[in-house]
């Protein structure tokens, strides 16, 4: 079955500088999907990412999917409080299997110190 | 529209008690998952719906779980007896499509539950 490993596990920076959040999959990804949970409340989604190579941008958030479609980066540039939370992917390993489950993996917990 | 509905937001029982949570979907929605988030097991699908229709329930974890669709507007997961190693969030999402190249699936704010 299909794994994904995100790293760091927690992540601690100063308000302004930049990160980079990995998630690694096992298998290729289809579909690659980042979210963000704020701490207490449900998961908000940020992006989905399909093909090789394939980046979008929101604001000061990127993310990216590497050629071979078994590793995703997020990125934030000139990080900010309202930046800390819990990120997760997911991921549809099968493609067009509509009998597949969502993987997910165990989140990297951000704070942003003032 | 108000997006993922979930009642209660928290709920502390105690080990053997019944426990009853609910969820209401986006509206048009044809998908529904119910998830339990722990730090230990991170977020595990339990069971899902297509229609009101159970189609997966090889995520829940014992027969003490069970789950329901009533209609296209309502679900519940049960836990009956409760105990203590079942304290954990749970949430419920929804969405248009499940599988393949596009879902997005919308969550609620999820049910804290404690069980001493």
């Known amino acids: 079955s299909q794994e994904l490993e995100q790293s760091p596990q927690s992540l601690i920076v100063q308000e302004g500088k930049n990160l980079t959040i990995n998630c690694t999959s096992s298998?290729?990804?289809?579909?690659l999907y980042w979210y963000k949970q704020k701490y207490g409340e449900g998961l908000i989604f940020l992006m989905m990412l399909q093909k090789g190579g394939e980046e979008k941008s929101h604001e000061k958030i990127t993310a990216k999917l590497d050629e071979k479609k078994q590793q995703s980066s997020l990125h934030i540039t000139a990080s900010q409080p309202s930046h800390a939370g819990i990120y997760l992917c997911?991921?549809?390993?099968?493609?067009?299997?509509?009998?597949?489950?969502?993987?997910f993996g165990k989140g990297t917990r951000l704070h942003i110190l003032p | 529209d108000a997006g993922v509905i979930q009642s209660p937001r928290h709920e502390v029982t105690e080990m053997g008690q019944e426990v009853t949570l609910r969820c209401k979907p986006i509206s048009g929605h044809d998908y529904l998952f119910w998830y339990r988030q722990t730090m230990m097991r991170g977020l595990e699908l339990l069971i899902y719906?297509?229609?009101?229709?159970?189609?997966?329930d090889s995520g829940m974890p014992e027969d003490r779980f069970s789950a329901k669709m009533p209609n296209a507007s309502f679900s519940t997961l049960k836990i009956q007896p409760s105990e203590p190693r079942d304290s954990a969030v749970y949430f419920c999402a929804s969405s248009l499509f499940y599988g393949g190249a596009e879902n997005i699936q919308y969550f609620g704010a999820g049910t804290r539950l404690s069980v001493l």
């Open positions: 997911g991921a549809d390993s099968s493609g067009m299997n509509r009998d597949d489950k969502i993987i």
């Open positions: 298998k290729t990804l289809y579909g």
């Open positions: 719906f297509n229609n009101n229709v159970p189609i997966d």
